[in-house]
């Protein structure tokens, strides 16, 4: 399974090759390409897998995926507390 996660972009170097910027997501920032979005501007959200900026997305989708993915966290760690006292049997 992949998993490309929103983030908004900060900074953008493009005097560097591959164009490189600062994108956070939540507050968590890291260098992802921008080579394959020469259209990308600061304050603009983009999906981000491995790495790579891959496509544009607005702010109100980027919030909802964020909302998402956060539900999803606090749902696995549900079930791994759920879980903690569970022994496997082989």
């Known amino acids: 399974m992949c998993l490309a996660i929103p983030g908004k972009v900060l900074e953008i170097d493009r005097a560097v090759q591959p164009v490189m910027g600062t994108v956070s997501f939540g507050g968590i920032q890291k260098q992802v390409c921008l080579e394959w979005i020469p259209e ?3 304050g603009e959200y983009v999906i981000v ?3 790579f900026a891959i496509s544009k997305m607005n702010e109100e989708e980027a919030m909802e995926t964020l ?3 956060r539900q999803m966290g606090e ?3 549900e079930l791994d507390d759920d879980n903690s ?3 496997t049997k082989e």
């Open 75 to 77: 749902g696995l760690s």
């Open 85 to 87: 006292g569970e022994q």
């Open 49 to 51: 897998h491995v790495g």
């Open 40 to 42: 990308v501007t600061v």
């Open 67 to 69: 909302d998402i993915l």
